[in-house]
């Protein structure tokens, strides 16, 4: 199993472009998330699906969309990027369910720099 | 979600036994405590979880007292290569399996 992959690896967009970061999974896990982290903080949840075509806002999600058309993939949109967006974007899976797994397995990030 | 404080950092030495304890006052009676760490560049990884006494893996133990008002991470016999930020990390994860990371503890071992 790959487990979590995110691509790219790395991107540098300009003020007020828009790009999608990929994230899939090969766990056939329900839940999945998205996280950014800035220099030397924690990570701020942006949104989370319980499920294909399922999502929910986590605590930062102004600047961003998220769709869940199958459970593997769980795209996230960057709209007219700013510079506040500069950070790096962690995908995270989990089996979720009745009893879910609190263990929630992290792609390797993407570094995403706005200038 | 229960806020959780644990300290910004620690230094150790390898061999020592390093114990990082985090405050969550208000845990509900539905929470459990997870722990993570995180490597430099790295997503996080899941060390431990556990809901009260005592839990112990092949990585790390886990105390959580009575009042379960706080936790003890305990790694023993550190090593140069765990140096990291751990994360304690508290919640009913049983409908969204939402986590709400704070700002970890940085652990500097040295030799």
């Known amino acids: 199993n790959a487990g979590v992959t995110q691509t790219p690896k790395f991107r540098i967009l300009k003020i007020g472009q828009s790009m999608t970061l990929q994230c899939a999974q090969d766990m056939n896990h329900n839940y999945m998330y998205w996280y950014r982290q800035d220099p030397g903080m924690g990570l701020k949840l942006i949104y989370y699906s319980v499920g294909a075509g399922i999502t929910d806002k986590g605590e930062v999600p102004n600047g961003y969309n998220v769709s869940r058309s199958t459970t593997e993939d769980f795209p996230l949109r960057l709209e007219l990027a700013a510079p506040s967006q500069t950070s790096v974007y962690f995908c995270a899976s989990s089996s979720g369910g009745a009893h879910p797994t609190y263990e929630q397995y992290f792609g390797p990030g993407t570094r995403l720099t706005v200038t | 979600l229960a806020k959780t404080t644990q300290p910004i950092s620690m230094d150790s030495y390898e061999g020592q036994e390093v114990n990082i304890t985090c405050s969550h006052n208000?845990?509900?009676?539905?929470?459990?405590i997870t722990w993570y760490q995180q490597f430099p560049s790295q997503g996080p990884r899941f060390i431990i979880q556990g809901y009260k006494t005592k839990v112990t893996n092949e990585v790390a133990s886990l105390f959580i007292p009575a009042d379960r008002k706080s936790s003890t991470l305990s790694l023993p016999r550190v090593s140069l290569s765990d140096t990291a930020v751990y994360y304690c990390?508290?919640?009913?994860?049983?409908?969204?399996?939402?986590?709400?990371f704070g700002q970890g503890t940085t652990l500097q071992v040295k030799p």
């Open positions: 208000n845990i509900a009676t539905n929470d459990y």
């Open positions: 990390l508290v919640g009913d994860h049983s409908n969204t399996g939402k986590l709400i």
